[in-house]
C-alpha cells in the first residue's frame, strides 16, 4: 500500500492524482493533502479521503479548516503555514509525496520530502528550476526517489536505461505543442488575453502553467528541469514543436536509435508511472489509436516570437542563480498578465531585464537562491508598476 501526501490537492495535478487513488483504492491512501487559499475545497476532499493531516498553506484560513473539520466529525489534523507543509512533506505517515504546488512556493516541501527520504512525485518543476542541484544532492544523499510528474521528463525517464547509465545518450529531444499561438507573429500577439493564452489546444492545465506554455517559458524551464534531472548539458537537449501532442518526448542514442514515448495528452499517464512503478496500471487514459491518428508534425520552435525559451537557455549557461531569477520573474510576470496589468509580450521583456539586472551568485544554498528570488521579484514589480 502506498501511503500519499498531496501537496497541491485542489490543483490540475492533485485532482488528476485524486482520480487514480479513487480507481484503485486497494493500492494508494491519501495520508495528508494541501491547497493554498481554497479552504473549503480542502475540507470537502478531507471528507472523501479522511487524511490524517490537512494544511493550508494561507494561515488566515487556519480558523476555517480547524472549525470545518472539527464540523464534519473529522480527526483530521488541521495545519497551516509554509513550516506545517514542510512538516507533514517529511511525515512518517506518508511514505510517497505528490509535489504538485505550482510556483517557488513547491521548492521548501519537496526538499523536505528528500531530506526525509521520501518516494517523490515532482509535478513542482520550479523546485527542480530553481534549486537544481540542491535537490538532486539531496535526494542522493537522502535515498529518496524521485519520478518526474512532467510528461516530457517522464518520457525521458521511461526511455532511458533502467540502470541511469548516460554514455550511450546522444540527445534528449523535449516536445513542445506550441501552446494556443503556435504560428502567431508578434503583432498578433500585442493584444491576447489571459482568455486566449490559457485556451491550451491539448493539455488541461493550471492557469500560471498554461501561460508559460503559451510564451515557451515552460518549454525553458523544462529543459533546466531535464539539464538536472537527467545530468545532461544544455547542448544535448533540444526542443521540437509537435503540436499534436502525442510523442511527449525521445531520447536519442549514439547508435542512431531513437526512443519515444506516445500517448494520448493526460497527466494521468505520467502520475500512474510515479505512483505505481515499476508496475503499470490502469489510469482511463484512452489507448491510442494509430488507425486515426492524423500524421504526427515537428518543427523548430520560433525563438524570436517567443524569446522564453532562449532565455531559459541563457539561465542555464550562467548557472548559480541565474534560474532561480528566471523562474521568479517569469512568475511576477504571468501572475500580473493573468491580472491585467501586463500585455502577454511583456512576459519576455521583464524576464529578460530582470535576468540582466539581478547579481550574479553561486548557488551555494538555499537562502541565496530564495534571496536572489526574492530580489528577482522586487526587480520584476518595480518594472511592471
Ligand atoms: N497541470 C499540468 O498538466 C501540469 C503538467 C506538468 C507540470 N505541472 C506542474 O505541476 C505544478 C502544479 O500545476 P497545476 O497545473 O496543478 O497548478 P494549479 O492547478 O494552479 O494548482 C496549484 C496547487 O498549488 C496550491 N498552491 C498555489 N499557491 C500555493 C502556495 N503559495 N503555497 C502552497 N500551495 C499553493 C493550490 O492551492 P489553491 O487551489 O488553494 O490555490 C493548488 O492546490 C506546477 O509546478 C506545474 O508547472 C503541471
Given at each position: 500500500?502506498?501511503?500519499?501526501?498531496?501537496?497541491?490537492?485542489t490543483?490540475?495535478?492533485?485532482?488528476?492524482?485524486?482520480?487514480?487513488?479513487?480507481?484503485?483504492?486497494?493500492?494508494?491512501?491519501?495520508?495528508?493533502?494541501?491547497?493554498?487559499?481554497?479552504?473549503?475545497?480542502?475540507?470537502?476532499?478531507?471528507?472523501?479521503y479522511?487524511?490524517?493531516?490537512?494544511?493550508?498553506?494561507?494561515?488566515?484560513?487556519?480558523?476555517?479548516?480547524?472549525?470545518g473539520?472539527?464540523?464534519?466529525?473529522?480527526?483530521?489534523?488541521?495545519?497551516?503555514?509554509?513550516?506545517?507543509?514542510?512538516?507533514?512533506?517529511?511525515?512518517d505517515?506518508?511514505?510517497?509525496?505528490?509535489?504538485?504546488?505550482?510556483?517557488?512556493?513547491?521548492?521548501?516541501?519537496?526538499?523536505s520530502?528528500?531530506?526525509?527520504?521520501?518516494?517523490?512525485?515532482?509535478?513542482?518543476?520550479?523546485?527542480?528550476?530553481?534549486?537544481?542541484?540542491?535537490?538532486?544532492?539531496?535526494?542522493?544523499?537522502?535515498?529518496?526517489?524521485?519520478?518526474?510528474?512532467?510528461?516530457?521528463?517522464?518520457?525521458?525517464?521511461?526511455?532511458?536505461?533502467?540502470?541511469?547509465?548516460?554514455?550511450?545518450?546522444?540527445?534528449?529531444?523535449?516536445?513542445?505543442?506550441?501552446?494556443?499561438?503556435?504560428?502567431?507573429?508578434?503583432?498578433?500577439?500585442?493584444?491576447?488575453?489571459?482568455?486566449?493564452?490559457?485556451?491550451?489546444?491539448?493539455?488541461?492545465?493550471?492557469?500560471?502553467?498554461?501561460?508559460?506554455?503559451?510564451?515557451?517559458?515552460?518549454?525553458?524551464?523544462?529543459?533546466?528541469?531535464?539539464?538536472?534531472?537527467?545530468?545532461?548539458?544544455?547542448?544535448?537537449?533540444?526542443?521540437?514543436?509537435?503540436?499534436?501532442?502525442?510523442?511527449?518526448?525521445?531520447?536519442?542514442?549514439?547508435?542512431?536509435?531513437?526512443?519515444?514515448?506516445?500517448?494520448?495528452?493526460?497527466?494521468?499517464?505520467?502520475?500512474?508511472?510515479?505512483?505505481?512503478?515499476?508496475?503499470?496500471?490502469?489510469?482511463?487514459?484512452k489507448?491510442?489509436?494509430?488507425?486515426?491518428?492524423?500524421?504526427?508534425?515537428?518543427?523548430?520552435?520560433?525563438?524570436?516570437?517567443?524569446?522564453?525559451?532562449?532565455?531559459?537557455?541563457?539561465?542555464?549557461?550562467?548557472?548559480?542563480?541565474?534560474?532561480?531569477?528566471?523562474?521568479?520573474?517569469?512568475?511576477?510576470?504571468?501572475?500580473?498578465?493573468?491580472?491585467?496589468?501586463?500585455?502577454?509580450?511583456?512576459?519576455?521583456?521583464?524576464?529578460?531585464e530582470?535576468?540582466?539586472?539581478v547579481?550574479?551568485?553561486?548557488?551555494?544554498?538555499?537562502?541565496?537562491?530564495?534571496?536572489?528570488?526574492?530580489?528577482?521579484?522586487?526587480?520584476?514589480?518595480?518594472?511592471?508598476?
Amino acid at each position: 500500500m502506498k501511503t500519499l501526501c498531496l501537496l497541491g490537492a485542489t490543483g490540475s495535478i492533485g485532482q488528476s492524482t485524486l482520480k487514480l487513488v479513487d480507481q484503485h483504492p486497494d493500492r494508494f491512501r491519501i495520508t495528508a493533502l494541501s491547497a493554498h487559499t481554497q479552504v473549503d475545497a480542502l475540507i470537502d476532499l478531507c471528507r472523501r479521503y479522511r487524511p490524517m493531516h490537512a494544511c493550508i498553506a494561507d494561515t488566515n484560513q487556519f480558523a476555517a479548516l480547524r472549525d470545518g473539520l472539527s464540523a464534519a466529525g473529522l480527526s483530521t489534523t488541521p495545519l497551516a503555514g509554509a513550516d506545517s507543509l514542510e512538516a507533514m512533506a517529511a511525515d512518517d505517515s506518508a511514505n510517497t509525496v505528490v509535489a504538485a504546488i505550482v510556483g517557488a512556493a513547491g521548492v521548501a516541501s519537496t526538499l523536505s520530502a528528500a531530506r526525509a527520504g521520501k518516494r517523490i512525485l515532482l509535478a513542482n518543476k520550479e523546485s527542480i528550476v530553481l534549486a537544481g542541484q540542491l535537490l538532486m544532492e539531496t535526494v542522493a544523499a537522502h535515498g529518496a526517489q524521485l519520478f518526474p510528474v512532467d510528461s516530457e521528463h517522464n518520457a525521458i525517464f521511461q526511455c532511458l536505461p533502467s540502470g541511469g547509465g548516460r554514455d550511450g545518450v546522444r540527445r534528449l529531444i523535449l516536445t513542445a505543442s506550441g501552446g494556443p499561438f503556435l504560428g502567431k507573429t508578434r503583432a498578433e500577439l500585442a493584444a491576447v488575453t489571459p482568455e486566449q493564452a490559457c485556451r491550451h489546444p491539448k493539455w488541461s492545465m493550471g492557469r500560471k502553467i498554461s501561460v508559460d506554455s503559451a510564451t515557451l517559458m515552460n518549454k525553458g524551464l523544462e529543459v533546466i528541469e531535464a539539464h538536472h534531472l537527467f545530468g545532461m548539458p544544455a547542448e544535448a537537449i533540444e526542443v521540437v514543436v509537435h503540436p499534436q501532442s502525442i510523442v511527449h518526448s525521445m531520447v536519442d542514442y549514439r547508435d542512431g536509435s531513437v526512443l519515444a514515448q506516445m500517448g494520448e495528452p493526460d497527466m494521468r499517464t505520467a502520475i500512474a508511472y510515479g505512483l505505481s512503478y515499476p508496475e503499470r496500471i490502469d489510469t482511463g487514459v484512452k489507448a491510442l489509436d494509430f488507425r486515426t491518428l492524423a500524421a504526427l508534425a515537428f518543427q523548430s520552435p520560433d525563438g524570436e516570437t517567443f524569446p522564453c525559451l532562449g532565455l531559459a537557455y541563457r539561465a542555464i549557461g550562467r548557472g548559480g542563480n541565474a534560474p532561480a531569477v528566471l523562474n521568479a520573474a517569469n512568475e511576477i510576470a504571468v501572475m500580473a498578465f493573468l491580472e491585467g496589468r501586463l500585455p502577454f509580450l511583456g512576459i519576455a521583456d521583464i524576464v529578460g531585464e530582470v535576468l540582466e539586472t539581478v547579481h550574479w551568485e553561486p548557488a551555494a544554498d538555499l537562502s541565496v537562491l530564495m534571496a536572489s528570488d526574492a530580489e528577482a521579484r522586487r526587480c520584476a514589480i518595480q518594472r511592471i508598476h
